[in-house]
């Protein structure tokens, strides 16, 4: 089993809509989550991390922990152009980081 | 700009050649990291070093020799590789591995291609 999951995409939406991106993971121990976006050819970027369950928000962005279904998600509301890129979803167990495969969002104008 | 500076930023070498990557972080952080990224794969860890020890993913050929000279200064030596080896390798600081915040930040790698 695959210590993060993401489905791999392509994610398309329409500019403005809300862009639903989600992760699981299978440590149950694991503390801190994070989201990083990675445009074709650049390194990934931090956009968002959560440590306790419930929602984040940050701008345009809203990430969402659930510990009891080993689920975590990103929102992008408002979704633009330049959203366009694979999103990371990274897991912090201990010593351990785990990225899973990441999901390509394009955002259609 | 992440504060973290990784050179060269592309490389081509030959199976028999020896090149060595180096990064380098302004940050103060504590933790260094190297990660390989090939295509429709999962980003993976290959080396560690935090507060002077280091962790090694044991799936990691011998062929790539990790040297960490002091917390801000990370090096990893190639020699004889393979075309598989061929990837975006990305180098990574954080402040603390203990804490739950331990928050990674990236440099903006090297595309190696070795034919």
């Known amino acids: 089993q695959k210590e993060v999951e993401q489905n791999s995409g392509p994610l398309s939406v329409p500019e403005g809509a809300i862009a639903s991106l989600n992760c699981t993971y299978s440590?149950?121990?694991?503390?801190?989550f994070f989201w990083y976006r990675q445009y074709s050819g650049k390194s990934p970027e931090l956009i968002m991390s959560i440590y306790s369950n419930g929602d984040k928000e940050d701008g345009r962005f809203t990430a969402q922990l659930n510990k009891a279904s080993q689920y975590v998600s990103l929102l992008i509301r408002d979704s633009q152009p330049s959203d366009s890129a694979t999103y990371l979803c990274?897991?912090?167990?201990?010593?351990?980081?785990?990225f899973g495969t990441g999901t390509s969002l394009t955002v259609i104008p | 700009e992440t504060g973290v500076t990784q050179t060269p930023r592309h490389l081509v070498m030959g199976m028999t050649n020896k090149k060595s990557l180096k990064c380098e972080q302004h940050l103060g952080h504590n933790a260094m990291y190297w990660y390989k990224q090939s295509a429709k794969k999962p980003l993976e860890l290959m080396f560690v070093?935090?507060?002077?020890?280091?962790?090694e993913n044991n799936s990691v050929p011998s062929r790539f020799s990790p040297e960490c000279p002091n917390s801000s200064h990370l090096f990893l030596h190639l020699h004889t590789l393979q075309p598989e080896d061929s990837a975006l390798y990305l180098c990574?600081?954080?402040?603390?591995?203990?804490?739950?915040?331990?928050?990674?930040?990236f440099g903006a790698g090297t595309r190696l291609s070795v034919l």
């Open positions: 070093y935090s507060l002077e020890e280091r962790v």
């Open positions: 440590d149950r121990v694991s503390q801190s």
């Open positions: 990574a600081s954080s402040q603390d591995p203990r804490t739950i915040k331990n928050i990674q930040y």
């Open positions: 990274a897991v912090n167990t201990g010593n351990q980081f785990y």
